[in-house]
């Protein structure tokens, strides 16, 4: 099942993103066979202040799992974190 997870970092943490992201970068690693699409999120100055990843797991709980494991989420760098069944319309501009 799909799942998007949309979180947003607290104001003024790039620096603990930047110190974070070896340890994330792991862990993404470490469960690419669930991604659908990860990235960061961009400000208006093209810096990164949260992240989108749309995963493909079991079930929420597994979801809620794979979010609350990030080093991210771990060393707090989080102000939001939502989690929600996606849906893909379409894909590379074809119609799923």
């Given at each position: 099942?799909?799942?998007?997870?949309?979180?947003?970092d607290?104001?003024?943490?790039?620096?603990?993103?930047?110190?974070t992201?070896?340890?994330?970068?792991?862990?993404?690693?470490?469960?690419?066979?669930?991604f659908?699409?990860?990235?960061?999120?961009l400000?208006a100055?093209?810096?990164?202040?949260?992240?989108?990843?749309?995963?493909?797991v079991?079930?929420?709980a597994?979801?809620?799992?794979?979010?609350a494991?990030?080093?991210?989420?771990?060393?707090?760098?989080?102000?939001?974190?939502?989690i929600?069944?996606?849906?893909?319309?379409?894909?590379?501009?074809?119609a799923?």
């Amino acid at each position: 099942m799909l799942f998007a997870i949309s979180c947003t970092d607290k104001p003024a943490s790039l620096a603990l993103r930047m110190e974070t992201r070896p340890a994330h970068v792991d862990y993404l690693k470490q469960h690419a066979a669930s991604f659908v699409l990860v990235g960061p999120v961009l400000d208006a100055e093209g810096k990164p202040c949260g992240s989108l990843l749309v995963v493909d797991v079991a079930d929420r709980a597994a979801a809620e799992a794979f979010a609350a494991g990030d080093p991210y989420a771990k060393a707090g760098l989080f102000e939001s974190t939502v989690i929600r069944p996606f849906r893909t319309v379409f894909k590379d501009g074809v119609a799923a």
